[in-house]
């Protein structure tokens, strides 16, 4: 499993973009990589996953460089309900073996 | 409703009794999951599950047994209650929509041993 390395914390103002940094040096060649969110006493939501370029939906942007090694998550424009935790996840797809582990997570607190 | 449920939301037991946690998809997802978040902490993978009849350890299983005799259930229990086991315990179904694969959590069952 690749491991991953997000900032503990980061602080930000409503309005600002947010760009959330999770490194993952070891990926392997089918890893994709997927990004929660969880709010206080909340299970997990998922917000975006990639392979590898640009994704974007509705909530957020997924960088990811062509080696892979890392990938950036993009927040518009946050406001205060923004404000949770952010997981970055990779690995195999679950049909091609993968399990989902998740890490440490990075603290989104978005200040008015 | 559609979606994925667990039960209880909240229990209190204490060490040494077995305790069971219910988790309920009515997707029909193949992929089930049971986490664990202890306090100021992320989430750990205790067991999950490809398919029904089909279960695998995660990153701490010791002190849990799982099943999946039916596609939307996947029960975990904890044989013998430990203080250490006192969690907020979350269960995951995955899905693929279109080329997405992404999973969905129950609202979560807050345990404590006493």
């Known amino acids: 499993l690749a491991k991953t390395t997000q900032p503990i914390s980061m602080d930000s103002y409503e309005g600002q973009e947010v760009n959330i940094t999770c490194s993952h040096n070891?990926?392997?060649?089918?890893?994709?990589i997927t990004w929660y969110q969880q709010f206080p006493s909340q299970g997990p939501r998922f917000i975006i996953q990639?392979?590898?370029t640009k994704v974007t939906n509705e909530v957020a942007s997924l960088f990811i460089p062509a080696d892979r090694k890392s990938s950036t998550l993009s927040l518009p424009r946050v406001s205060l309900s923004d404000t949770a935790v952010y997981y970055c996840?990779?690995?195999?797809?679950?049909?091609?073996?993968?399990?989902?582990?998740f890490g440490q997570g990075t603290e989104l607190s978005v200040k008015p | 409703d559609a979606g994925i449920t667990q039960s209880p939301r909240y229990k209190i037991t204490e060490t040494g009794r077995q305790v069971t946690l219910m988790c309920h998809q009515t997707?029909?997802?193949?992929?089930m999951f049971w986490y664990r978040q202890d306090l100021g902490h992320g989430l750990r993978l205790i067991y999950y599950?490809?398919?029904?009849?089909?279960?695998d350890k995660g990153e701490v299983p010791d002190g849990y047994v799982v099943s999946r005799s039916k596609t939307e259930n996947f029960p975990l229990t904890l044989e013998s209650a430990t203080r250490s086991q006192t969690s907020v315990y979350f269960c995951?179904?995955?899905?693929?929509?279109?080329?997405?694969?992404?999973?969905?959590f129950g609202p979560g069952t807050r345990l404590l041993v006493l």
């Open positions: 995951a179904s995955s899905g693929v929509v279109g080329l997405r694969e992404t999973q969905y």
């Open positions: 070891n990926i392997a060649t089918n890893d994709y």
């Open positions: 990639g392979y590898k």
């Open positions: 996840l990779v690995g195999l797809r679950l049909n091609q073996g993968g399990k989902l582990i």
């Open positions: 997707w029909s997802h193949s992929y």
């Open positions: 599950s490809a398919a029904a009849d089909i279960t």
